[in-house]
């Protein structure tokens, strides 16, 4: 029987059929006698998401997504439970624009939603244009409740470097069901034209290999949260903003990605944005219902619940609408896992950014609500808490938007008994920053000096278990039932760190 990691690593092993290198980033069609000439790909298919979320039968989807430059085509997408396909998905596309200066180069973003999907449903699809097969891969739905799942989870990916490269290639080594990217996907500005350059060719590479990248995008989808690096523009006073003066391809996350979209319809605050009215007009439209809703969502994925939020600097947690919104999500699922995803971490010790501590006015609502595991990047580099619980003194600074100072002060209840191999019931929270995804790192001499790993303004609270800073690093999570394995892996292949975490069994129904 062949299993459905087997079945992805073949589909994700032979993807692009047709389409070859014509130049810098771009990738031509072969030519037709019975079509039109096809535009240039300046992205190769991918899959991602799409809106479904919470594993019902005929509400899955995924999409299949790419990038072309202006140009006729009469592109289709076939989907089947076999190479025989035997089912059609009608393509859309939008405007966008790619590059710095100007208006931008033109591009098109071509979509086909497979909708109507159950949970666990595997299917192959092939990207046909102008009569000929151009790509294709294999896609799955969510796995449903009480199917063993892995995913892998890093961040602060780079520009596109050997580091991001080796982190691609030792998660396609996984073998993972899915990629939680938390935050910061490229560097700068998180633009149309970053993501062409750094984030498509390392993450969707041809083949795999320690320092080319891995075909994961094809045939593995990403999910991932709005972060720092996609709103890096300053407005006049200084705070995040993306300004499409300077960058009038800003905010790739909302045209590129394809995520759920059951956040708050309109965020209280929302990612702000500047420039030409019609620039910015151009954008939302590329972006439709995704801007500025995408910012905030939550989905379903075997037997575990991921609520997934924009924390950057413009964000007051202490909203009354978000934490309802919040409050709300995670009361209602059955899941028997609760994860958390945001960039900024509550929680770090370290010395770049320990003072944006505004997500921990959130703790006592995670808490509340029975949250498992909180990812976090910000800081390039590992760090596990011990399950612990925060009492905020106050709001502190967390409601100083667009300061960088959010520091909130209060008291730490740690479990000091849980250690993820004899005593695997945390009592609290468990805040993993997996930041070490790329980009250079922070702190490299911390690793192996515990001493280090406290902070006076937290009183010197030893809540930080583990910590490596000098190399980069991946998080691999194994969720089997009530068991949880999550292996801390580097750069190199080589296992840094590995907790079980269990819990009672779910009673059978
Ligand atoms: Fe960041």
Request: charged share 25%.
């Amino acid at each position: 029987m062949i299993t459905r990691r087997d079945f992805l690593r073949s589909a994700g092993g032979v993807t692009v059929l047709a389409l070859s290198p014509a130049g810098r980033g771009v990738f031509a069609a072969p030519r037709s006698f019975d079509g039109p000439r096809l535009p240039l790909f300046t992205t190769l298919p991918y899959i991602q998401p799409g809106s479904g979320s919470l594993l019902r039968e005929g509400e899955e989807s995924t999409v299949v997504a790419w990038q072309t430059q202006v140009g006729d085509a009469d592109f289709v997408v076939d989907f089947g439970p076999s190479e025989g396909y035997g089912r059609t998905a009608a393509c859309e596309h939008r405007s966008r624009v790619s590059g710095r200066g100007g208006d931008g180069e033109p591009r098109i973003n071509w979509t086909a939603t497979i909708g109507g999907l159950g949970p666990g449903q595997e299917y192959f699809y092939r990207v046909h244009g102008s009569g000929k097969r151009l790509a294709e891969g294999g896609l799955s739905s969510g796995l449903r409740r009480r199917r063993r799942i892995s995913f892998v989870a890093f961040c602060d990916n780079s520009y596109g470097d050997i580091s991001d490269r080796a982190i691609a290639y030792h998660t396609y080594r996984q073998n993972p069901d899915f990629v939680m990217n938390c935050g910061d996907n490229v560097y700068e500005s998180g633009t149309e034209n970053e993501y062409q350059r750094y984030f498509f060719p390392v993450y969707n590479a041809d083949v795999a290999g320690v320092r080319l990248g891995a075909p994961l995008l094809r045939s593995v989808p990403f999910y991932t949260v709005v972060a720092n690096h996609d709103v890096q523009d300053k407005d006049p006073n200084g705070h995040e903003v993306a300004d499409f003066t300077r960058n009038p391809d800003a905010l790739a996350y909302y045209t590129a990605m394809h995520l759920p979209l059951n956040g708050p319809d309109a965020p209280t605050f929302p990612t702000p944005t500047m420039g030409p009215a019609e620039r910015v007009a151009a954008f939302r439209a590329s972006a439709g219902n995704r801007f500025p809703r995408m910012a905030n969502y939550s989905f379903d994925y075997g037997d575990a619940h991921f609520l997934c939020l924009d924390s950057n600097r413009y964000v007051d947690p202490n909203d009354s609408a978000l934490q309802a919104w919040m409050a709300r999500d995670l009361s209602t699922t059955d899941a028997l896992w609760k994860f958390v995803v945001f960039h900024h971490p509550p929680f770090n010790v370290g010395n770049e950014h320990y003072e944006v501590q505004h997500m921990r006015v959130l703790s006592p609502l995670l808490e509340a609500h029975g949250v498992d595991i909180v990812l976090s990047g910000h800081e390039h580099n590992y760090q596990r808490s011990r399950p612990l619980k925060f009492k905020p003194d106050s709001a502190g600074r967390s409601a100083d938007v667009g300061g960088k100072d959010r520091r909130v002060p209060g008291a730490f209840t740690v479990d000091r008994v849980f250690d993820g191999i004899s005593n695997t019931r945390p009592d609290g929270v468990l805040y993993i920053v997996t930041g070490a995804g790329g980009k250079h790192l922070y702190d490299p001499g911390f690793t192996d000096h515990p001493a280090r790993w406290t902070h006076a303004d937290d009183r010197d609270v030893a809540y930080v278990a583990k910590m490596v800073t000098d190399r980069h690093s991946l998080s691999v999570f194994d969720i089997d039932g009530p068991s949880l394995t999550m292996a801390q892996i580097d750069e190199a292949g080589q296992e840094l760190d590995r907790i079980v975490v269990t819990k009672a069994p779910r009673r059978r129904s």
